[in-house]
């Protein structure tokens, strides 16, 4: 009996449209849209390209020139040096050409048109040479081993800053966007799991009424129908996960079997809830769909899905609420996991979302267990 | 002897201050094809689903095949047929898988199953769309559906409610005959409906319902035969005096009678001849007349008499 039941539930279930609407083509469609808008953001902003700079070098500073030259010829170049006298970047710089000009000298002086990102880089520049170049000089004056040793890593210092990162993960904030966004498609499980209750209680939907009538133990039903929900999430969870890892190419770090273990716990949440609020009996079915769908997307809201700051800030005023909120749980769990290094604090989020999971189940058998109704 | 199918026992249900059924008593034999008649709202839906353990009672008992119904008797349940007012199938899977899944509820082996499956789609006569989605089928063929779904597990006992509302003649017809059909197989049969054509072409045996309460039970004859009237007589005639619509009300066996100014409605009670003797009145006095009808009395003028009201409102 359970295995039919489970049987024609994944059927049904598979061939619900809406169902397959909101739990795979919106995250997908989504997904892409992130991928698209912040593919953008990140070229615009934190991407910046070469910066092109002429240098009138009229003191002939050779320390400069090899300094210059190493930085425009590593890999990802800062500069990308135009040597020339001081007409020549003049006209340079009014073609913009170039977004500055060096000008050697006592000390490196810096010229540009306007003010932008680019310019800002190339006065931080400036300023970082002349400053390591003032202490080399003060070393010297008292130390000249020592000055040596500043002098040798004189590019090094002002040509990048290096990255050390704490974790396997990728703690790009860009990302936590798409950890929000299985957050969502996990929360939208809600349907899912109003629809088990839809077609199990008679006083909901006439097949509710048929299935009443029949000699399949409500329990068996309701069991067979939540597994299968919990089956047709877990499935939409990992589809959106490798489509956002393979296909979009979302960098989830290096723990990937755990973002999909989270991603199919926080489905089942989601489902479990659903379920619950379903077997709420005293609201109608179309105020338990209107319920979910504003309630997912609020839980979605303060999980920070819309707002960037919305979880710190509920954080640092309504901490519990972040704590009870499963959206915030789920997303948190993906949080950790790139985070920190250890697994302590992620061991704590599943957990949680385990006992969600349990709690809401449990909740929803004893509210539906119901064998007879007040009216139909 | 006839074993007694169902029993209900002074079954009364309250909506707050309504009284949906109101000491409500029934007792259903083997093999009858049992009416449950009345307008919308008197009770007949809340019967069944109080008979199915769906909807909780505030007082009586009820008992099938001789055993107390409650929601967890499944050996009383897997003998019910049930075929809701509401179309109740799933719109992602096709008739077969429909009719398979319900069945399948019922029946786990398989292969026997299967063999059932088949012989409810024959019988509904939906050999043709058996891959079909509901969304897909008319009307009349999603009842037949419904009704496929109801039987396919062969039930000793088979429910319908409303089965024909919104069908088209030529499936209304097809879903009575079958209904006979099954009775004659050896089902049980309680049928509800307020169209008392049906109920008086299928049912051995008839329970008049109206404000949660039986007004009336017997077969159509016994029904009938409770009420004063016996033919009712309907002449087309214009300009007709008041003193000859008195000669006519003066006849014997006639009890009232009604003219609109176009028609002449005489109403008897038993007596042979009665419409020879209202036509030689409206000779006798040289009244030209139309077109003469003579009927019979219905379940309509059994409800009508008994609680003074039409069974069905005149837009049905």
Redesign the interface.
Known sequence: ?FL??LF?DL??SL??KDLIIWLMVFPLALGAFFKFAFDSIYEETTKFSTVDVAVVDEAGDKAFRAVADGMAASDEPLLNVTYADREEALELLKKEEVKGIIFTGDELTLSVGYSDIEQAVLKSFVEEYNLRIRMIERAAAQDPAAAMKAAALISEKVSAVNEEPLTDGNPDYMVQYFYNLLAMVAMFGIMNGLHITE?NQ?NI???G?????????KLVSICSALTAAYIIQTVCMVLSVTYLRFILRVDFGSSLPLIYLTSALGGTVGVSMGFLIGSISFLSQKAKESLTVAFSLLLCFFSGLMVENMKMNIEQHIPWFNRINPAAVISDSFYCLNIYSDYSRYSEKVLTMAAFTVFFALLGFVFTRR?????? | MENTVVKIDNLVKR?GELIALDHFSLEIKQGEVFGLLGPNGSGKTTTI?CL?????FDKGTIEIFGKPM???A??I??N?G?I?Q?????D??TVY?NID??C???I?DKAERRKYVEDAIKFVGLEDFTKFYPKKLSGGLLRRLNIA??IAHKPKLIILDEPTVAVDPQSRNRILEGIQELNRNGATIIYTSHYMEEVEQICSRIAIMDKGRKIAEGTKDELKRMIKNTETIIIEVAGLSDEIRAKAAALPHVYDTEYDGQKLTVYCSGGKHNLIRVLGVLQENDISFGRVFSELPTLNDVFLEITGKALRDKEE
């Open positions: 009996m039919h039941n024609y059927k049904t061939r619900t077609i008679a939907s006439a097949l009424a048929r299935k009443s009538c029949s000699p399949s133990p064998k007879k109704y007040a009216s139909l | 909506y689903n199915l353990s769906l909807l909780a409650s929601p967890t499944y050996d349940k897997k019910i049930v809701m509401n179309v109740a199938v799933f992602e899977l898988e899944y319900f399948g509820l019922y786990t779904c109801g």
